[in-house]
């Protein structure tokens, strides 16, 4: 167990629906990374949010948001989902991305997407 | 921009045997992170093991182990006396050390692991 929780395990919608993803960091990390697993594009990179601001995007789609709340956790908005969405959608954590010592990504167990 | 390659999709090993994942990167930076994650069924993303690009020595972690070769550009993950429980698949990743830039991990395509009895 990471100590990276993320809710729900899975989800199951329609295609033009909206859904949040939801994730809480291990306790006292302040970094909160997306990633998106699919079976054509690998593991991909989304967005981190540090200390509840942005810090980094990466082939975020315009169709999905994500904030980081006072107490850390973090959301994934998908909205007007399509069929290519369907994927696996991981949070990870890191203590302090700045600090050398806090480099390691710790990942939550993920969130299955099924866009039917 | 940075790349992991993978260059074997699936390998396999018989149990107790040793067995190594090969992993090459592309990078103009001189310090960086790299990192080994396990997926087993489960799907849950495990770090096995982790290397700071400074340091020549390689990491050990029980029976994981890498040979780390900068100047190749090479990391490969050796694992000895491979277990029934080490089936999965095998992601290698870079981290940027460059820590105003960017903290993604960008990730290999993975390595298929299967262990037979």
Redesign the interface.
Known sequence: D?GVTQTPKHLITATGQRVTLRCSPRSGDL?V?W?QQSLDQ??Q?LI?YYNGEE??K?NILERFSAQQFPDLHSELNLSSLELGDSA?Y?C?S?TD??A?VG?????G??T?LTVL | AQTVTQSQPEMSVQEAETVTLSCTYDTSESDY?L?W?KQPP??????VI?Q?AYKQQNATENRFSVNFQKAAKSFSLKISDSQLGDAAMY?CAY?S?R?Y???????G??TRLQVFP
């Open positions: 990471s970094s990374y990633y690998g593991l990179f981190q810090r980094a990466g696996l991981f990870a890191s991305p700045t050398g480099d390691t990504q710790y990942f167990p993920g299955r | 992170y990192f994650y489960s799907r849950q993303m495990i770090l982790r700071e992601f981290r050390s820590s830039n960017t903290d993604k991990l960008i990730f395509t993975g």
